[in-house]
């Protein structure tokens, strides 16, 4: 059974930085494609970034050069590092393998 639980999640003020952890069971994270999504409040789920089995990475224009996405595989999880932050990123972030999906955890970027 696989398993996704994200944290990390929570209020920011413009330009600052959050980590978002996902903790993966039941399969390997250096063997499956890992991606984090958001969903903003009335839009659809988007691709923020995405990592391959060999590592291979590849992140939405938006995010290029903010946000920065690894795995760990000696804990099995996966983090999306997110630097810079603005209003705009405020959205659910959801992590991603295959046809499993996490339950979210919020992101808020306010002053």
């Known amino acids: 059974q696989v398993e996704l639980v994200e944290s990390g999640g929570g209020l920011v003020q413009p330009g600052g930085s959050l980590t978002l952890s996902c903790a993966v069971s039941?399969?390997?994270?250096?063997?499956?494609?890992m991606g984090w999504y958001r969903q903003a409040p009335g839009q659809q789920r988007e691709l923020v970034a995405r990592?391959?089995?060999?590592?291979?990475?590849n992140y939405d224009p938006s995010v290029e050069g903010r946000f920065t996405i690894s795995r760990d595989s000696a804990v099995n999880t996966v983090s999306l590092q997110m630097d810079n932050l603005n209003p705009e990123d405020t959205a659910v972030y959801y992590c991603?393998?295959?046809?499993?999906w996490g339950k979210g955890t919020p992101v808020t970027v306010s002053s």
């Open positions: 991603n393998a295959g046809p499993w």
């Open positions: 039941g399969i390997s994270v250096n063997l499956a494609t």
């Open positions: 990592m391959n089995g060999v590592g291979g990475t």
